[in-house]
């Protein structure tokens, strides 16, 4: 059975960091693509940022020089450090591995970037 497990979400200022971490079981993570997309209340999922097979990293520009994306050391994990929070930023995180046959999704970790 393949889980994707979310942690680290939480209630931040804005400025503040936040780093999420994607635990998987079940699959190869590294032998997937990894990637982090996000939903606020009345809009659409959308990509944050994704980690290939080769390493090769994309992020949307909304998060672009704010946001990173990495694979643990164990090859199990993926993360995403998220610095200079905006309340934009605010929405549900959600885990995401997908390969040619499947795609796998965690059950999300809210972010919430007030004062």
């Known amino acids: 059975q393949v889980q994707l497990v979310e942690s680290g979400g939480g209630l931040v200022q804005p400025g503040g960091s936040l780093r999420l971490s994607c635990a998987a079981s079940?699959?190869?993570?590294?032998?997937?693509?990894a990637g982090w997309y996000r939903q606020a209340p009345g809009k659409e999922r959308e990509m944050v940022a994704v980690?290939?097979?080769?390493?090769?990293?994309h992020y949307a520009d909304s998060v672009k020089g704010r946001f990173t994306i990495s694979r643990g050391s164990a090859k199990n994990t993926v993360y995403l450090q998220m610095n200079s929070l905006k309340p934009e930023d605010t929405a549900v995180y959600y885990c995401?591995?997908?390969?040619?046959?499947?795609?796998?999704w965690g059950q999300g970790t809210q972010v919430t970037v007030s004062s």
């Open positions: 995401n591995a997908q390969n040619t046959y499947y795609t796998y």
């Open positions: 980690v290939l097979t080769t390493g090769i990293t």
């Open positions: 079940g699959i190869r993570f590294d032998a997937y693509r």
